[in-house]
C-alpha cells in the first residue's frame, strides 16, 4: 500500500477485537505502520450496545487533525458512559468476558451445524463476531423477501443480505447467534418448517 499510495492512511475497524475463536486476537497495531489508524468500540466485546462510546490508536501526526473533526462533530462522551467504560476494562470483568466468548462460540458451533443440515451454504465457521452469512440461493434470489417471509410467518429474525451490498445480495442472510441456546433451537426449528413449506 505504501508503494502504491504513498499519502493513503489505513484505517482498520477492530469492533470485534475479542470475540475470536480458536486463535490469539490479532490487531493492525502489531503493523507499528506510521500510516495507521485503528478504530474500537465498547459495543460488541463489552457488550456496551447502544453506549456510542469508542477509541481511536493514531500516528501523532494525526492526533490534532481527528482531535479537531471530533470537536465538531461531537463535545464528550456522558460522564456515565466514561465511567462504565473504565469499568469494563476492570480486571474481574475478564473472566466475565471471556466465558461471555465461550457461550458465543458454542452457539456458533450449533448454529453453523443446524444451518448446514438445513442445506444452506454456509462455508467454514466464522473466526470471529456472532454472525453466519449463509447462501439462501437454492431456495430464493430475494433474501429481502424472504426473511420478511420468515419473520411474517414464523417470527424468526434475520438480516437480508441486500442489507450488505450488491455482490449476490439476494442470494444471502445473515443470522445472529446472540440469543441463547434454546432460542437458537426454537429458532432454526422455525425455519425448518419454513423451508419444508416451500417458503422463498
Known amino acids: 500500500l505504501r508503494q502504491q499510495a504513498p499519502s493513503a492512511v489505513l484505517v482498520c475497524d477492530e469492533i ?3 470475540l475470536q475463536y480458536g486463535q490469539s486476537p490479532q490487531t ?3 503493523l507499528q505502520a506510521d500510516n495507521l489508524v485503528v478504530i474500537n468500540s465498547f459495543s460488541k466485546y463489552f457488550g456496551m450496545t ?3 462510546l469508542g477509541w481511536a490508536v493514531a500516528p501523532e501526526w ?3 487533525p481527528m482531535e479537531r ?3 465538531n462533530l461531537f463535545l464528550a462522551a456522558p460522564t456515565l458512559a466514561q465511567h462504565a467504560a473504565l469499568a469494563a476494562f476492570g480486571e474481574e470483568n475478564r473472566a466475565i468476558l471471556e466465558q461471555r466468548r465461550q457461550v458465543f462460540e458454542q452457539r456458533r458451533d450449533f448454529l453453523h451445524r443446524a444451518l448446514g443440515e438445513l442445506g444452506l451454504g454456509v462455508g467454514t465457521p466464522p473466526d470471529g463476531a456472532f454472525y453466519i452469512y ?3 440461493g437454492d431456495h430464493t434470489d430475494d433474501s429481502l423477501s424472504f426473511a420478511a417471509e420468515l419473520l411474517e410467518q414464523m417470527a424468526v429474525a434475520i438480516t437480508p443480505g441486500a442489507d450488505f451490498g450488491e455482490y449476490g445480495a439476494g442470494r444471502h442472510v445473515r443470522f445472529a447467534y446472540t440469543t441463547d441456546l434454546p432460542g437458537l433451537e426454537r429458532g432454526v426449528e422455525r ?3 419454513f423451508l419444508r413449506a416451500g417458503a422463498g
Open 16 to 18: 470485534y477485537q475479542g
Open 28 to 30: 493492525a497495531l502489531a
Open 50 to 52: 447502544g453506549w456510542r
Open 62 to 64: 494525526l492526533v490534532e
Open 69 to 71: 473533526l471530533a470537536q
Open 134 to 136: 449463509a447462501d439462501i
Open 191 to 193: 425455519l425448518r418448517t
